[in-house]
Structures are given as structure tokens and as C-alpha cells.
Antibody
Framework: EVLLVESGGGLVQPGRSLRLSCAASGFNFRTYEMNWVRQAPGKGLEWISY????????YYADSVRGRFTISRDNAKNLLYLQMNSLSAEDTAVYYCARGGTVAGIDYWGQGTLVTVSS | DIQMTQYPSSLSASVGDRVTITCQASQDIRNYLNWFQQKPGKAPKLLIY???NLETGVPSRFSGSGSGTDFTLTISSLQPEDIATYYCQQYDNFPPFTFGPGTKVDIK
């Protein structure tokens, strides 16, 4: 069974940083592209970052480029999102999601809530 | 970037009704479209991939069609457990992956 479990969310002050993790199991993690997608309260889905299976190709949405960094550790089956200079507009549930250019996104984690507030 | 639109934004139908949701891309995306179902407080779940292929385990009352710029998701007989928001997502022209704004379905 494919499982993606996010962690690291919480309440953080504006301007501060936070790192999210996503633990993957049930599939060969090192062969899959991965993404982070977020959903602000009551809003739709917003893709924010992609990383290729090897980590050599990375993309960001304009809304987070220069502030967020995606990375992965294929030896540990972990996906990360380092978030810097957070603002209230970054308040959302953050999902890690498997998939990419070949077949789009298929599996999602349960999400972790990030709240940016003073 | 490719823009995705969906309509209606919400609908209310009776149990047993046939429900159709439309997704439109701003340019040709061939058949590179997924449909997701999201129930309140839950993660999205893949229903349809490549515009018309039913994901394993998804009830056969769900179907998808279309190619190019116009796509539809159909629920042939609406059930109470289908109450959710439905999103389309294109993956032909990337980055970014683009989602539609969603269609909220509830029971009349």
C-alpha cells in the first residue's frame, strides 16, 4: 500500500522558517517524481513544487520561488520542503503527492497544516 | 501557463441523478488530465487518469471523457458518499501542474 505521511506543520510567526517532511512507503520511492501541493483554508489546490526522481530537476510555483526549497533523501524515503520568510498567505494544508510528468499526480498524503500568524 | 476552468462551481442533485462536471483547458492538453475527489477534511483521491481511465477501486458509476481542451466527469447515479469537491488537473504542459478551481457536489 502506498503511504505518504507528512509532518512538521504547526503555528509559526511571519518571517520565520519551517521544514516539512514526507515519509514514503509501499513503493520504490527513488523511482518516482514527487510534489508539494497546498490548499489554503476553504480554497482550491495549488501546486507549489516538483522534484524529479533523482533530485536533479526541480520546479517551483512563482508564489514560493526563492523562499521554499524542495529536496529528497532517496536512501531514507523522505521528501522535504524548507519554507523560509513565511507570510500569512502561506497558511494552508500542505500535501506531498506522488507523480509527475508521465502520469500526473496519483497518491497524496493526509496533509499537514501550516499556520502563519503572530 | 495553462489555465483550467470548471463548471459549474457547485451543484445540488438528488440521489440517483446523473451528474456531469466540465473542465476546460486554455490550450490543447491532449488527454493529459486527471480527476480528483476531495471529501471535507481529507486528501484528494484520484478517480480518473489520462482523461478517461478509471483508477483501480473507483466505482464504475464514475467516468471521464474528452481530449484537447474539453473534458467531462460523469457520475451516472449520484450516491450520498459522492458528496465532495471534484478537481481536474492537467499534466501536459509542466510546470506548473494546474488544477481547476473545483466543483462542489451535494445532495438536494
Amino acid at each position: 500500500e502506498v503511504l505518504l505521511v507528512e509532518s512538521g506543520g504547526g503555528l509559526v510567526q511571519p518571517g520565520r522558517s519551517l521544514r516539512l517532511s514526507c515519509a514514503a512507503s509501499g513503493f520504490n520511492f527513488r523511482t518516482y517524481e514527487m510534489n508539494w501541493v497546498r490548499q489554503a483554508p476553504g480554497k482550491g489546490l495549488e501546486w507549489i513544487s516538483y522534484i524529479s526522481s533523482s533530485g536533479s530537476t526541480i520546479y517551483y510555483a512563482d508564489s514560493v520561488r526563492g523562499r521554499f526549497t524542495i529536496s529528497r533523501d532517496n536512501a531514507k524515503n523522505l521528501l522535504y520542503l524548507q519554507m523560509n520568510s513565511l507570510s500569512a498567505e502561506d497558511t494552508a494544508v500542505y500535501y506531498c503527492a506522488r507523480g509527475g510528468t508521465v502520469a500526473g499526480i496519483d497518491y497524496w498524503g493526509q496533509g499537514t497544516l501550516v499556520t502563519v500568524s503572530s | 501557463d495553462i489555465q483550467m476552468t470548471q463548471y459549474p462551481s457547485s451543484l445540488s442533485a438528488s440521489v440517483g441523478d446523473r451528474v456531469t462536471i466540465t473542465c476546460q483547458a486554455s490550450q490543447d492538453i491532449r488527454n493529459y488530465l486527471n480527476w480528483f475527489q476531495q471529501k471535507p477534511g481529507k486528501a484528494p483521491k484520484l478517480l480518473i487518469y489520462d482523461a478517461s481511465n478509471l483508477e483501480t477501486g473507483v466505482p464504475s458509476r464514475f467516468s471521464g471523457s474528452g481530449s484537447g481542451t474539453d473534458f467531462t466527469l460523469t457520475i451516472s447515479s449520484l450516491q450520498p458518499e459522492d458528496i465532495a469537491t471534484y478537481y481536474c488537473q492537467q499534466y501536459d504542459n509542466f510546470p506548473p501542474f494546474t488544477f481547476g478551481p473545483g466543483t462542489k457536489v451535494d445532495i438536494k
